[in-house]
């Protein structure tokens, strides 16, 4: 979805990765598939909450939870 809007990223005065439209695109095909909100203010909590649980898991930070 995030890759067949290439301006988005303009609109909010940042630009993306190309592998970092992928993986938006990712997460909103499966909010969309669970039937869940796909917001950029959704998406970008979710890829949070992936990224702080693998530096939990890999012992980067520790687990405050």
């Known amino acids: 979805m995030a890759s067949e809007h290439p301006d988005?990223?303009?609109?909010?005065?940042?630009?993306?990765?190309?592998?970092?439209?992928?993986?938006i695109s990712e997460i909103q095909d499966f909010r969309r598939r669970t039937k869940q909100p796909i917001t950029l203010s959704a998406v970008v909590e979710d890829a949070i909450r992936c990224h702080y649980n693998r530096l939990v898991k890999e012992g980067a930070i520790p687990s405050e939870r």
């Open 8 to 23: 988005a990223p303009k609109q909010f005065g940042i630009r993306l990765s190309q592998e970092t439209v992928d993986l």
